[in-house]
């Protein structure tokens, strides 16, 4: 009888795994930063809902946050 005391093989390394959850927490934040600026009454629009940071920074904090998954995906820890 064969004792395999194989450690489990993990498709990326540690370091991926920290750059993936960085990369999660800024998409969040991003999507944190387009919430609210709605309004209670139906008959009332509010003008904040195309405030600079819903319309420009939010967006643009998803895509370096997915920019970064993509990075953690890629980067070779080999090298």
């Known amino acids: 009888m064969k004792n395999n005391d194989q450690k489990p093989q ?3 390394e540690k370091i991926n795994y920290k750059i993936l959850l960085f990369g999660i927490g800024v998409i969040a934040l991003g999507f944190i930063l ?15 809902v195309f405030s600079f940071r819903r319309i420009r920074l939010a967006p643009t904090v998803v ?13 070779n820890p080999k090298k």
């Open 34 to 48: 387009m919430s609210g600026g709605g309004s209670d009454d139906p008959n009332v629009f509010n003008e904040e």
């Open 10 to 12: 993990f498709l990326f």
């Open 63 to 75: 895509l370096i946050g997915f920019g970064i998954t993509i990075y953690s995906i890629f980067k």
